[in-house]
């Protein structure tokens, strides 16, 4: 078994989550989550002027700010980790830095606390 987390923008979830359930995925978590990659990016951030009655760029020490994203987290079998991760690419990707990242990681044990089944009868 393996764990998918994956980190994307907060204006695909909804998107993420709906190509997730279509192939059969609909057991997830999605959490609120703070960040930001290596690289500066733009999200265009401005403020109203109103002594100059026109948006303006904000400070540029305000692009390096925390960007608000969502984490995906799903636990799935082996033989689905490619579909899965492939699916959340194609929903996510823009070609622009900020697209987010995948982590994929393994799993030892699932235990269903209701029933106390257990790996793949607890997935």
């Known amino acids: 078994m393996k764990e998918i987390t994956a980190i994307v923008r907060m204006n695909m979830v909804g ?8 192939i059969g995925f609909a057991s997830f978590t999605c959490r609120k989550v703070l960040g930001r990659g290596k690289k500066k990016v733009d999200f265009t951030p401005t403020h109203w002027d109103s002594s100059k009655n026109h948006y303006t760029q904000q ?3 305000d692009q390096h700010r925390l960007i608000s994203n969502r984490m995906f987290t ?3 079998n082996d033989e689905d ?5 492939e699916t959340i690419i194609k929903t ?27 790996n793949t009868l607890a997935l």
């Open 92 to 118: 996510n990707q823009t070609q622009n830095p900020g697209d987010g990242k995948i982590f994929v990681r393994d799993i030892s044990e699932v235990i269903r606390v209701r029933t106390e089944e257990k």
């Open 15 to 22: 998107l993420t989550a709906e190509a997730l359930k279509e």
């Open 81 to 85: 980790v490619d579909e899965v991760v």
């Open 59 to 61: 400070e540029i020490s």
């Open 74 to 76: 799903i636990v799935v």
